[in-house]
């Protein structure tokens, strides 16, 4: 497949001003020469042009032109995937790029399956795995956090420490095989303190790197948060306030919002994907009782809860309902219509709890410190762009590689015969490589690549 030409649309789909149509492999300017027609007395075919020029010209299928374009050409391997790549811009209409794809492909190269692109800059070494996955959270990013986590990742910050952990453990290993070399001669005093030295510094390493999983987990998938209280104390006013918008309806009425109603916020940076329900109460037909249901559903999925209170009403057989309900949850206690006076007397609670007005607006950034307080539970991380954040597959690995080398540690303090110090070495030393996809399987490459989009 390696020598495949692929060809995909690398822009999204709709309409819009340009789409761009991506080639690449080894075929890449034959195919080019195929379909494109260069216009102007100094034009040449795609196959004649030197590297990193643009072309204006036409599309041509079947004897017609299917598009005015201006075409790219990028000679290995000063290129994303490190092979001949070729990028027409058409014009941005849906059937207009399928058209111009439909040509590309009619003249030799095959559609791009899902991150393929991506994946070939790996197999040709421009990334490695952790680049390569920095590219998907790239696109995906909903905060300019998280986009600047992306960032650092993208540049090689989480892979350059990785890989100095792994020589690390590599050295270390090299000098416990050399030993068992000469099996009659024991390990030197100063080389086994200088080997658990090494061992000691890489735990470490892969601690910092753990205590990552968290934020990175945050930032890239975001944390669920449900609004939730009994029926007309402002829940969907909330929603709109967080969301700077007016999204949900809003209506003196009990009873308005009838099902779940989803949207994401940019609060401090975290990605905070606000969940409206349905207040929780007896439900009066079907259509109601269905959206309490995923009221409930939508509570059971939430990492936290923003606990709606009318702070101009005294409290209500309802509301001590819903507070049992809610008690065992995390949550942030809403005190709303702050700008009311005051009648509402809460139970004692751990839970933190800031007052709010939806009509006036007073409160949202004390609101906002304390929901982003809540998320971080206390922590709070430093706002620069973080130097490595990890994701799901590093974590599992990183553990794998923290059991082996304490293992290992451990033994060569007990005096274990090294044979047994050299397989946990090892095991540590792929569980690390297998992060930069130095000892990744085909199976793994399928996996993370097929999460990309067709084009990246």
């Not at 000679?75 to 490190?82: H, I, N």
Request: net charge negative.
């Amino acid at each position: 497949m390696q020598q495949d030409t692929i060809a995909a649309i690398a822009t999204p789909p709709g309409e819009g001003g340009l789409a761009v149509i991506r080639i690449s492999g080894p075929r890449a300017l034959e195919v080019a020469d195929r379909v494109f027609r260069p216009a102007g007395k100094r034009s040449c075919l795609p196959s004649a042009a030197p590297s990193h020029t643009l072309h204006y010209g036409h599309v041509h299928r079947r004897g017609e032109i299917v598009d005015e374009v201006l075409l790219a050409v990028m000679r290995k391997p000063r290129t994303y995937t490190r092979e001949d790549v070729v990028e027409i811009s058409c014009h941005g209409g849906m059937l207009v790029a399928r058209l111009v794809l439909q040509s590309v492909l009619e003249a030799g190269a095959r559609l791009a399956q899902p991150g393929e692109f991506t994946r070939r800059a790996f197999l040709n070494g421009r990334l490695d795995l952790t680049q390569a996955e920095a590219v998907a959270d790239l696109i995906a990013a909903r905060t300019e956090r998280a986009l600047a986590a992306a960032r650092e990742q993208l540049a090689g910050s989480l892979s350059r420490r990785l890989h100095q952990l792994r020589d690390d453990l590599m050295l270390a290993l090299a000098h416990v095989e050399a030993q068992l070399d000469f099996p009659e001669e024991d390990i030197a005093p100063d080389t086994r303190e200088g080997i658990l030295q090494r061992l000691e510094a890489g735990l470490r390493l892969v601690a910092d790197l753990l205590r990552t999983a968290e934020e990175g987990r945050i930032l890239r998938q975001g944390i669920r948060v449900a609004i939730v209280g009994r029926p007309n104390v402002g829940k969907s006013s909330l929603l709109n306030l967080l969301l700077g918008h007016d999204r949900a309806i809003v209506s003196p009425r009990p009873g308005t919002t009838r099902d779940t109603i989803e949207e994401t916020a940019n609060i401090r940076g975290i990605p905070v994907i606000l969940v409206d329900t349905a207040g929780v109460r007896e439900a009066r037909d079907e259509i109601e009782q269905e959206g309490i249901r995923r009221s409930h559903s939508a509570v059971a999925t939430a990492d936290l809860l923003l606990h709606v209170f009318d702070r101009s009403e005294p409290w209500t057989p309802e509301d001590q309902r819903l507070w049992e309900m809610f008690a065992p949850r995390r949550r942030l206690l809403v005190l709303n219509k702050a700008d009311l006076p005051p009648r509402l007397v809460l139970p004692e609670s751990r839970a933190p709890r800031v007052e709010v007005s939806c009509r006036t607006g007073e409160g949202l950034e004390a609101l906002k410190d304390a929901l982003e307080n809540l998320i971080w539970s206390g922590r709070q991380p430093d706002h620069a762009a973080p130097e490595a954040l990890i994701n799901a597959r590093h974590q599992e690995a990183l553990l794998r590689a923290q059991a082996a080398l304490e293992h290992a540690v451990q033994a060569l303090r007990e005096t274990v015969p090294l044979d047994l110090v050299a397989v946990d070495l090892r095991a540590a030393t792929d569980a690390v490589g297998e992060i930069v996809g130095q000892t990744a399987t085909e199976d793994l490459l399928d996996i993370i690549f097929s999460r990309f989009c067709i084009g990246k």
